[in-house]
């Protein structure tokens, strides 16, 4: 193992046992799904992140998120009106990233064949609708993963991970610990804003795979009816360039 990995029998997993799932299920009943802890990707090109925790008014931040990627799925998000940084809820949202909800009409709709998901209905040759991306970090000795979503300027990366140091050696995203970064970047129009990157920390141990199994199970089950809540704050307009889905790696 190199030298910069992360020693996987050091990396300690929480399991997500029946009573704790039960105990989440009774005691959050009619309350909706579980409030995971969000991660905030800074703008103007920072490069420490920022986690809601137990004290709001006192984030924490990090230069590095280390953890197994329990779970990830895309999200799509529209809204009418250009971010005029207060937040709020969006005009039409896919937490699947297949059907989408109209917040003002109830209706659902296709994502595929949505005009506002096609290249070219937003600014410049982008999509008026953003395809993000969900993105559950179980980070060592929690018993819930913190949730990432990452911006259309961060996917990329993404695919290039999954598809080249991971499935392509045979290794799952359930079966390593991941290392995220934030790197400066700037789009065409010279804005600077902050885009993610992923490495390789470490493999599991077997146990180790065995003991993740039960939560991504559990976050897979639910993932999907989490409810796209508000717009972050600094991601409009900062590097949402996106490439179409047949790029080539």
């Not at 006192?58 to 280390?66: A, I, R, S, Y």
């Not at 070219?120 to 991306?133: D, I, L, P, Q, V």
């Not at 559990?218 to 889905?245: L, N, T």
């Amino acid at each position: 193992m190199a030298a910069n990995l992360t020693k996987p029998e050091t990396f300690a997993i929480v399991p997500m046992s029946a009573e704790l799932s039960q105990m989440l299920t009774e005691e959050l009943d009619g309350m909706g799904q579980v409030p995971f802890d969000a991660v905030k990707i800074p703008s103007g090109g920072g490069l420490a992140f920022e986690l809601s925790g137990d004290d709001p008014d006192n984030p924490e931040t990090v230069q590095t998120l280390t953890g197994v990627i329990v779970h990830h799925h895309p999200v799509n998000v529209y809204w009418e009106r250009d971010f005029d940084g207060a937040g709020g809820l969006p005009d039409c949202s896919s937490p699947d990233g297949h059907h989408g909800f109209n917040a003002k009409t109830g209706e659902v709709l296709d994502c595929a064949s949505c005009p506002y998901n096609q290249f070219g209905s937003g600014r410049g040759n982008s999509k008026a609708c953003k395809n993000t991306h969900r993105v559950y970090l179980l980070r060592e000795n929690e018993p819930l993963p913190i949730l990432l979503t990452l911006p259309p300027t961060s996917l990329r990366a993404f695919k290039d991970y999954l598809a080249k140091r991971l499935i392509m050696k045979g290794k799952r995203s359930t079966d390593v610990i991941t290392s995220i970064k934030l790197k400066k970047e700037k789009n065409a129009d010279g804005i600077t804003y902050s885009a993610c990157t992923f490495s390789k920390a470490g493999d599991l141990t077997p146990d180790q795979i065995a003991a993740v199994k039960p939560v991504a199970a559990w976050v897979k089950g639910i993932a999907a009816r989490v409810p796209v809540e508000q717009k972050p704050a600094g991601s409009d307009g900062e590097g949402f360039v996106e490439v179409s889905d047949d790029t080539p790696f």
